[in-house]
């Protein structure tokens, strides 16, 4: 009886321990870690394009496994004529995981076109029986289309450079930290690299047998991308998986050593197994510190919460302590200011000369505690969003004109050069009147006391081209430093030389006046060369 001898288990029988720990145990390692981030992250879309890339490449594992153990010619030759294509797949497949994980964001359309389009060349040589040319029984090997396998070779560094290319945009033009982009690109290239090297080394000079130690990096490859996983909070995976992970991850590659006899083999496995052993301990410790920081920052963060909370409630009961306080302060301030008007006015008689002057000083000070309760009651109102306005159009060259006339009195008392200079139009704006004379006056009374007894002028202008009419108050007096200017219309805060000037001021009327006028979408801004170079307050309203 002739006995037939199986070429298939011949030429590969001295190889098989190894092909069973190099190719099954990458699988065990790959499907456990893609099934558990999956689970982990609620099935996210980076972890859903990860569990296919290691699908893929199981799915190639476990091809190239049957071509080292199967028996069935036909079989061998089947799967032979799949694995370029599923090869280039999980290659495609794998950059478009990296760019998601590392751009953080899904690809576009077209890119995705181009990933069809590098795959649909090798998918129509396989689909026509074109992938391999013939089939030799005695090494039982397969002859390979040249032309397929050159083209996966060209997918292979077309997929390394653009892993490269994400590199490069991810820590330059998105400013990403390099640890985000770097290790697990790094990883990645490293891995492709060595995979693309031995199968080329393999077709060329028909050493398959180098395929078998390219996957041992394939452990260490996985590591960092875990270590991506969860140091650098790509899929914030705590620190139990993590644990379990590298505790797996140690157990599959020292089982390794279980199966092999070859001296060489075992001395590299040792090597590998050191190389995951250190990096299994590297990744808890580091984790663990994460993770100690990670409850420091979020304790922290809650009790600033909590001191923000009672921040708030303390400032809303300031404000309303303030509102209340200028409320009750208002009508005892006013009649005040009322009788001591009556009584300079003469409506109780004839004063004697001697009690003109204190009158006139209980009269002055009432109206600046007046205009303070003012600031006050209109800050609290601010604060705790109160302030009503009634928006109606009307005449701001009317309005103005009005306020200038009212102040007449205190602008002769003043003894500075005035000039004012209106447009010839209503110039019609949609505004709270009240709230803009407020504020008209209050740059008026400030040009007055801040002009240092030199002149004051008030202009008004229609700007039809920027759709604007323009309110400005310019004087002589003693300037704002730089430093100062940019802060003026905060709360409290004055001039640095403003006390020589008035010594009454409380800070509170420009910042009154910004808000203001930022409802009526307008703008306030001051201008000044200087201490002592006097200073320009410019409001812009739109035009109705």
């Given amino acids: 009886m002739i006995e037939f001898l199986n070429t298939c288990y011949e030429t590969t029988k001295d190889f098989h321990q190894i092909a069973i720990y190099s190719h099954v145990v990458p699988i065990a390692i790959s499907l456990f870690v893609a099934g558990y981030v999956a689970v982990k992250t609620n099935f996210s879309l980076v972890a859903r394009i990860f569990a296919a890339f290691i699908f893929l490449f199981c799915l190639w594992l476990a091809g190239d496994l049957y071509l080292w153990l199967g028996q069935s010619y036909r079989a061998v030759i089947y799967i032979w004529s799949l694995l370029d294509v599923v090869n280039i797949a999980f290659f495609i497949v794998g950059l478009h995981f990296f760019r998601v994980l590392v751009l953080n964001r899904d690809t576009g359309l077209w890119e995705k076109f181009v990933y069809v389009v590098l795959l649909a060349p090798s998918v129509y040589m396989t689909m026509t029986g074109m992938s391999i040319d013939g089939f030799n029984q005695v090494e039982c090997e397969a002859y390979e289309n040249t032309l397929l396998t050159y083209y996966k070779f060209f997918v292979e560094a077309v997929v390394i450079l653009g892993v490269v290319h994400t590199v490069i945009v991810a820590t330059g033009r998105l400013k990403m930290r390099v640890s985000q982009s770097l290790v697990p690109g790094a990883a990645l290239i490293t891995f492709f690299l060595i995979f693309s090297t031995t199968e080329f080394w393999s077709s060329v000079f028909d050493v398959y047998e180098i395929n078998l130690y390219s996957l041992f990096i394939l452990p260490i490859t996985l590591g960092v991308i875990i270590y991506s996983i969860t140091n650098l909070s790509v899929f914030q995976i705590r620190m139990a998986g993590t644990r379990l992970i590298a505790y797996i991850l140690v157990i599959l590659v020292a089982s390794q050593l279980i199966f092999l006899q070859n001296l060489t083999d075992i001395l590299l496995s040792s090597i590998t197994l050191l190389v995951t052993m250190a990096f299994a301990f590297v990744l808890v410790r580091n984790l663990k510190n994460q993770v100690k920081q990670q409850e420091s920052i979020e304790k922290l963060a809650l009790e600033l919460k909590a001191a923000n909370v009672r921040l708030v409630t303390l400032d809303k009961q300031k404000s309303e302590f303030v509102s209340f306080a200028t409320h009750q302060l208002r009508s005892p301030i006013t009649a005040l200011k009322g009788y001591a008007s009556l009584i300079l006015e003469g409506e109780y008689g004839k004063l004697p000369d001697a009690a003109v002057e204190p009158i006139q000083r209980i009269y002055d000070s009432s109206v600046t505690l007046n205009a303070v309760v003012d600031d006050y009651l209109n800050i609290s109102r601010i604060e705790l969003g109160t302030m009503k306005y009634d928006f109606a159009p009307l005449s701001f060259k009317d309005l103005v004109d009005g306020t200038v006339a009212e102040l007449k009195p205190n602008i002769d008392r003043s003894g500075v050069s005035w000039t004012y200079e209106t447009c010839d139009s209503p110039c019609m704006i949609n505004a709270d009147k009240e709230r803009i004379k407020q504020v008209i006056s209050n740059l008026i009374d400030n040009g007055l006391k801040y002009s240092n007894k030199t002149h004051v002028k008030v202009s008004l202008k229609r700007d039809e081209e920027n759709g604007i009419v323009r309110f400005m108050v310019e004087d002589g007096g003693i ?66």
């Fill in 479 to 544: 300037g704002i430093a730089p430093d100062v200017l940019g802060k003026l219309f905060e709360k409290f805060v004055r001039a640095n030389n403003a006390n020589k000037a008035n010594i009454r001021g409380t800070g509170l009327g420009l910042y009154v006046a910004r808000e203001i006028i930022r409802v009526h979408k307008g703008r306030i801004f001051g201008e000044s060369g200087g201490e002592g170079k006097g200073s320009k307050f410019v409001v812009e309203l739109p035009l109705a």
